[in-house]
């Protein structure tokens, strides 16, 4: 009774103070101004993979990499570098367990989608099975749910399935994470014409490309890749 009083009286409070500083927050976002105007916003990327361009880069719409070696993604909309508070905060809702933090990161996620392109659906990039019981939720998907929601387009876990658990990807060189992956993924209906991916980080791309490459060859023809934030110096593979 105590226990179930006192997460409501956290979770009222939570709702009424920035997550970040504990001041009074901003009624959309659970985060103050103050706090808003300090995360790290990517304002310079590249339209195609999000990667961090610098300023005097700014009249470049293309990164290099992309020009040369255009990504079978079509579009990656990612409002922030992958560094504090960030990060922390995705960490937290990944592995600790606070997934109260996951809606006000969606919610910032949208802010960057108004001129975005629709998709017809939205669907998280997949755990396996077993990461799925051992983490007893699937962060990706409670973005998605939150977005396919307020954006009112349909979401589904049902199109694709990680069908190989691999290992984790942070401890592998980009080659490596590319062999792993190669067909973990499967496509288990057949896919509407665009479909947006989400996922709270995108680091080299690799998992994006190799979900591109099985929606493409599944039929899909505009695949978008939505992600919370990008890492600045790591670039795609296609
Ligand atoms: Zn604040
Ligand atoms: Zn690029």
Redesign the pocket.
Known sequence: MFTQTKNSWLLYNQNRHCILCGLHACATTNLCQACLDDLPWITHA??????PLNSHSSSLA??P??QQRP?LFDQVIAPFEYRFPIDQLIQLAKFNGQTHYLNPLADLLRLRLQTAPRPELIIPVPLHQKRLQQRQYNQAALLAKRLARSLSIPFSHQLLIKAINTPHQADLDRKTRRKNLRNSFHCINPPPASVAVIDDVMTTGTTAAEISRVLKQAGCQQVYIWVIARTAKE??LS
């Open positions: 590249c339209q195609r993979c999000a990667i293309i990164c990499q992309c990504p670039l795609h």
